[in-house]
Structures are given as structure tokens and as C-alpha cells.
């Protein structure tokens, strides 16, 4: 990705994770919108959550979820700019 260049976006942490997990990030002046969205292994979104271009990290509240393993997805400018595994336990 092209507009992700010369930003930054962590791996979730901690993970596993069984209240609250965080991921940091450096968005760049090309992001017009980005999101953290948690889907479970059915595809059902479980989460979503803005980015705000102001800040450079998100803590989420995951204490509802069941134990198990979810995907989630960075998504900028309504496109997927990676998934990765997260396990809660």
C-alpha cells in the first residue's frame, strides 16, 4: 500500500488476550479512514472500531468475547490493509 508507506501499524497486543488488547499505530496525511474490526472463525463481525488519525493507539475492550481464536483486520481507506490471528482466552 502505497498511502501506508511511511505509517506504521502494530501487531494487537497482548495476544492471547482475555480483557483488553491495543494496537499502535502512525497513520499518514493519504488515510482518510481506518478501523480495527475482530471478526469470529464464522466471518461474523464480533468488533469494530475507528482509528482516529490523532491519536497513535486504540485500546479495546474484548472482556465479552468467548474464549477462542478471532481474526482481525486493519482496514484503511475501506481496504483490508492486513489480518492477523488474535486468541482469547
Do not use: W
Request: no cysteine; proline share 2%; aromatic share 8%.
Amino acid at each position: 500500500d502505497q498511502i501506508m508507506a511511511d505509517g506504521y501499524v502494530s501487531e494487537i497486543y497482548p495476544n492471547p488476550a482475555s480483557s483488553f488488547v491495543s494496537l499502535d499505530y502512525d497513520l499518514t496525511s493519504g488515510v482518510d479512514k481506518a478501523s480495527l474490526r475482530i471478526v469470529n472463525l464464522l466471518g461474523a463481525v464480533v468488533k469494530d472500531a475507528e482509528l482516529h488519525k490523532n491519536a497513535s493507539s486504540h485500546r479495546l475492550n474484548i472482556s465479552d468475547l468467548r474464549s477462542g481464536v478471532y481474526f482481525y483486520s486493519v482496514i484503511i481507506n475501506n481496504e483490508v490493509y492486513k489480518t492477523k490471528k488474535l486468541i482469547v482466552k
